[in-house]
């Protein structure tokens, strides 16, 4: 009984599994290769404006497979938490889609406005062979599409404060990766809408958020700006604040009554078919049609 349970649980994480399991084993290969196959594994893998200029495609799913340095083995508790509690809620596909589309999707929009920035010279053009592989984009864009699980009360404030570090950070840093980041982290907001609004939180999905959140929260900002944390809270609170006003103003106006001006052409419809007012209303009476109206 206990087996099957583990692998009741373990098959409801294949996904999670499956894809750290494969970041351990390049990253491992990477090691024993050395610094040099590791390198132009990483070059040859990066999606920066070189390699897809020339065509190379395949980096923008290799890249998610690929890390700069051997930190991946620190990251992949972490990882695992925010996966794992994504799948639990939202499902393996829906995990998988969320991540190819932030990894993929923020990658392209930043491709193009990095191609927009050199040629205008506001960029150096070794910006273009700029390193650019590792699971971050795919990593925000989870975090986004978890907003869907997020119970409605507190939907708000976990949209507003992750918006608001992602941004904060994209500011102060000034560099491509958190601006995709940022990108990435708003597609899986975009991409929640339209998940529903999954149920089935327990106190064990509740502590995989926890630490997920956290290592999003690394991921996002990696301690580079302090002040983070007190803006994520001030952009939960506006945020929070402008859904109840909206919300406010929407039930206000579904409960207007309807004045004489607000008659629509169903009621149009409904007149036509009336017998007119008058004398000739009487033409329309049974009795009349049978000759046995009495004087």
């Known amino acids: 009984m206990v087996a099957s349970r583990i692998l009741v649980s373990l098959f409801a994480l294949r996904?999670?599994?499956?894809?750290?399991?494969?970041?351990?084993?390049?990253?491992?290969?990477?090691?024993v290769?050395?610094?040099?196959?590791?390198?132009?594994?990483?070059a040859r893998m990066s999606t920066n404006l070189h390699n897809l200029k020339h065509g190379r495609l395949d980096t923008l799913f290799g890249s998610a497979f690929?890390?700069?340095?051997?930190?991946?083995?620190a990251s992949l508790p972490g990882l695992v938490c925010l996966l794992a509690v994504a799948e639990l809620l939202l499902h393996g596909r829906r995990v998988v889609l969320a991540f190819l589309l932030g990894h993929?999707?923020?990658?392209?929009?930043?491709?193009?406005?990095?191609?927009?920035?050199?040629?205008?010279?506001?960029?150096?053009?070794?910006?273009?062979?700029?390193?650019?592989?590792?699971?971050?984009?795919g990593v925000a864009a989870v975090l986004g599409a978890l907003t869907a699980a997020i119970p409605n009360r507190w939907r708000a404030a976990w949209t507003g404060w992750w918006i608001a570090i992602a941004v904060l950070v994209a500011m102060v840093n000034k560099d491509f990766?958190?601006?995709?980041?940022?990108?990435a982290l708003m597609l899986g907001v975009v991409l929640s809408w339209r998940f529903g609004s999954p149920?089935?939180?327990?106190?064990?999905?509740?502590?995989?958020?926890?630490?997920?959140?956290?290592?999003?929260?690394?991921?996002?900002?990696?301690?580079?700006?302090?002040?983070?944390?007190?803006?994520?809270?001030?952009?939960?609170?506006?945020?929070?604040?402008?859904?109840r006003l909206v919300s406010a103003s929407a039930k206000h106006a579904s409960h207007q009554p309807r004045t004489a001006d607000d008659v629509g052409p169903e009621n149009d419809e409904y007149d036509r078919h009336q017998p007119?007012?008058?004398?000739?209303q009487d033409l329309h009476d049974p009795l009349m049609r049978h000759g046995q109206l009495a004087c």
């Open 177 to 183: 990766t958190s601006v995709g980041h940022t990108l």
């Open 276 to 280: 007119p007012a008058g004398p000739l």
């Open 104 to 137: 993929v999707g923020a990658t392209l929009i930043v491709a193009v406005g990095l191609a927009v920035a050199i040629h205008m010279g506001w960029l150096p053009t070794g910006t273009a062979r700029a390193t650019d592989v590792g699971i971050s984009y």
């Open 15 to 31: 996904v999670t599994l499956a894809y750290c399991a494969a970041l351990a084993v390049v990253a491992v290969a990477l090691l």
């Open 199 to 243: 149920a089935g939180w327990t106190p064990t999905r509740l502590g995989l958020l926890a630490a997920g959140a956290w290592f999003g929260y690394l991921v996002i900002d990696g301690a580079s700006v302090p002040i983070a944390p007190v803006v994520g809270l001030a952009g939960a609170v506006i945020a929070v604040g402008a859904h």
């Open 66 to 73: 690929v890390t700069d340095g051997g930190l991946i083995f």
């Open 33 to 42: 290769l050395g610094p040099d196959a590791q390198n132009s594994v990483v």
